[in-house]
């Protein structure tokens, strides 16, 4: 019955008993206070002004996926932060990348980790790669009343399908409504830009390295039409955040690496300011 | 009404303390030891789903001998435990000693209880610090003590005899595969001295690896690693330790040593063991 552990050392009775292998579930029956988006918010006109994450994109390439993310948070049109972090990964085989309300966004993240390495713990097993994605479709939509309020959360889920061993990408809408993306998915303030790079360079057969290298390029054409995306910052040396999930798990590309992929693009746009250039048919 | 038999504190203890004694002893007994990269877990286990060593946090390992269903309620309890206190303060705030203090109230209030059987139970939880003077191991008897072990521990009914054969053998900076094979030779004592081969696939193995770039140091040893690590203690230590006044004979013949027969020990421990069933 005890609330936590601090007052009598003991475990207390909720935490012996046998139950479900959710850290999320238990938290519920445990200490809801703990939950976000179990606070109610006090009524509001118009929506509250805090930190925003911008732009995140995913890509798949034979043998894995790839999954970007720009560094700036915005508030109103102030940059907050330009260096923010906005790609975690989820566990060994799958990442998150957040846009939207930074602060509530960081909060699913950690606890959407910990919902995953919870159930790993107790099951001795893995969730399958839906059902992870079910699971952050779930944590929306828990948000949902948050959202409505102006607070919302929107990530975007990738991550290495151990038993079809290929790379899938899942897109959420505010609701927790979630969708399969085929190829290539953006979320974000500076999608709409991201989308239309990547639709036009995307193509079947990518190597690792030119994926890694395209979405560097759709963050670049996000952040050259979208104010809120931040585009690489070669003078404070603030790059992309690259990650790239195989089937030797999650792998962040080091400040090097993602330092290299920018050098050359910016070197080839200050040429081509508008990038590489599609066939028109 | 008939008045209840006058049992003595101290002799209601002593039962339930040789209860608790007896059902642990009717398990399989493991080994906790240190070795330069980590600390490694050692039991013969012949169920592969059922495991007597499980993560309980980043850098945090638990192992249990006894009964499978009071220590699995434990093991998932000090998992919410880490969890939820990582949760609410930091991942660096969940700690083997916070854990093992929790571990050992538990115990020890089911155990003085009239209204509860004694849990059955031996728990070793152990924490792999950056380098070897932070790691911790915690011994946690049914009754709720709490012993702070250093080197090498083991528990279960045989707990004793293997105790005192690793004392005498254990020594730090040890190589995975040695610090392995060590183990394997103390399981393989009978408590009346003799021998016995544990064959590969009955063990379970696991480590916490300080050297591992994640956050997370658990990790299991299975298939063909520890075949590998079981095999090869052979060249890896006629390559370190060439200096040694060993035979390299015995070290070149992996598939003899799989079961890890304590005349295996020749190799690298075998300078601390200078022959088999000592006993």
Known sequence: ?281 | MSTPFYVSPQQAMADRAEYARKGIARGRSLVVLQYADGIVFVGENPSRALHKFSEIYDRIGFAAAGKYNEYENLRIGGVRYADLRGYTYDRTDVTARGLANVYAQTLGTIFSSAGEKPYEVELVVAEVGVSPEGDQIYRLPHDGSIVDEHGSVAVGGNAETISTYLDQRHREGMTLAEALKLAVQALSRDTNGGEREIPAERLEVAVLDRTRPQARKFKRIIGRQLARLLAADGDATAETDSALDEEPGPDENPPSKRGGKPRGGSGKSGSADSGDGGK
């Open chain 1, 1 to 281: 019955m005890e609330a936590n552990t601090r007052s009598t050392g003991r475990l207390p009775a909720a935490f012996l008993t046998p139950g479900s292998s959710s850290f999320m579930d238990f938290l519920t029956d445990h200490q809801p206070e703990l939950l976000p988006g179990k606070q109610t918010l006090p009524p509001l006109k118009g929506a509250i002004e805090a930190p925003h994450g911008t732009t995140i994109l995913a890509l798949t390439f034979p043998g894995g996926v790839v999954l970007a993310g720009d560094r700036r948070a915005t508030m109103g049109n102030v940059i907050a932060s330009r260096d923010m972090q906005k790609v975690f990964p989820a566990d060994e085989y799958s990442a998150v990348g957040i846009a939207g309300t930074a602060g509530l966004a960081v909060e699913m993240v950690k606890l959407f980790q910990l919902e995953l390495e919870h159930f790993e713990k107790v099951e001795g097993a893995q969730l399958s790669l839906e059902g992870k994605a079910n699971r952050l479709s779930t944590m929306i939509r828990g948000n949902l009343s948050m959202a409505m309020q102006g607070l919302a959360v929107v990530p975007l889920f990738a991550g290495y399908d151990t038993d079809s061993e290929k790379g899938r990408i899942f897109s959420y809408d505010v609701t927790g409504g979630r969708s399969e993306e085929r190829g290539f998915a953006a979320t974000g303030s500076g999608s709409v830009y991201a989308r239309g790079a990547l639709k036009k360079l995307y193509r079947d057969g990518l190597t690792e390295q030119q994926a890694t290298t395209l979405v560097v390029q759709a963050l670049y054409d996000a952040a050259d039409d979208d104010s809120a995306t931040g585009g690489p910052d070669l003078a404070r040396r603030i790059y992309p955040t690259v990650t790239v999930i195989t089937d030797e798990g999650f792998r962040q590309l080091a400040e090097t690496e993602s330092a290299a992929i920018v050098r050359a693009i910016h070197e080839r746009r200050l040429e081509l300011p508008d990038g590489p250039r599609a066939e028109i048919l």
